[in-house]
């Protein structure tokens, strides 16, 4: 996909292995859809997309609100707090580094898991609804989506390192937007809008203490249980 504006738009069954055979054109993950050119909303639209499920905050969705006509959008809000944490320690005059950056890209992990369980379960009710073509997308695509991407791949039976594959590919797609960082130093940066595996595993260890495994988080926490998960591999992977 040739797709510009959503650096991070990307079909969730292309880093798949084949023995997880999910069906192609028809669940993406994305950045925002907040700044699509003529040509990317015709290229979406080509895709059949009639669904966006958006993780975005209040204030972002109406910064930059979803420009593909036709479709239906569906506000799934986990508000963006890293970057309220990060704004107030350097007003505060905290000189950050990299590793203050993946601790607190860590604590929001877990927070996914802690705080944001209801959103990530509406986030699965809306699948289970059809199968038609959906995008989910936070801001950048790489934190609130990559969770949920993460989800939805070992529901439907990816291992853990496909998973970590799909998650990392968004250091090769993102590119950060003009100006970001937060007046941040450039290697500080860098860290905040790219993914790290460190991240992804804070949130599995806070499934894991919270709920034991992520099979019973999937069941317990998203109220995923053996039916219903029957039913989203019937509509997303291939008969």
């Not at 580094?97 to 990530?120: C, E, K, L, N």
């Not at 699965?124 to 609804?129: I, P, W």
């Not at 937060?182 to 599995?204: D, N, S």
Request: include cysteine.
């Amino acid at each position: 996909m040739l797709i510009q504006a959503p650096s991070n738009f990307r079909d969730l069954a292309d880093q798949v292995h084949p023995r997880i055979p999910l069906r192609r054109h028809t669940l993406f993950r994305s950045d925002h859809l907040g700044a699509l050119t003529p040509e990317d909303c015709r290229q979406i639209e080509a895709l059949g997309v009639r669904r966006v499920l958006d993780f975005r905050g209040g204030q972002e969705r109406l910064s930059a609100a979803c420009a593909l006509p036709g479709v239906a959008v569906h506000s799934l809000a986990i508000e963006p707090t890293i970057v309220q944490v990060l704004t107030d320690l350097v007003a505060a005059g905290h000189r950050l580094t990299p590793a203050d950056i993946v601790a607190h890209m860590q604590d929001t992990y877990r927070g996914f898991v802690r705080h944001s369980t209801p959103r990530f379960a509406e986030f699965f009710d809306h699948l289970l609804e059809s199968d038609q073509p959906t995008v989910f997308h936070c801001t950048a695509g790489k934190d609130r989506t990559g969770f949920a991407a993460a989800l939805v791949l070992h529901a439907l039976g990816a291992s853990r390192e496909e998973v970590m594959r799909d998650y990392l590919l968004t250091n090769q797609r993102l590119k950060p937007p003009t100006g970001a960082g937060l007046g941040l130093a450039p290697e500080v940066a860098a860290v905040l809008w790219g993914v790290q595996p460190e991240f992804l595993q804070a949130a599995f260890e806070a499934v894991e203490s919270d709920f034991g495994s992520l099979d019973a988080y999937l069941r317990d926490g998203l109220g995923l249980g053996p039916a219903r998960r029957e039913r989203l591999r019937a509509l997303y992977l291939q008969s």
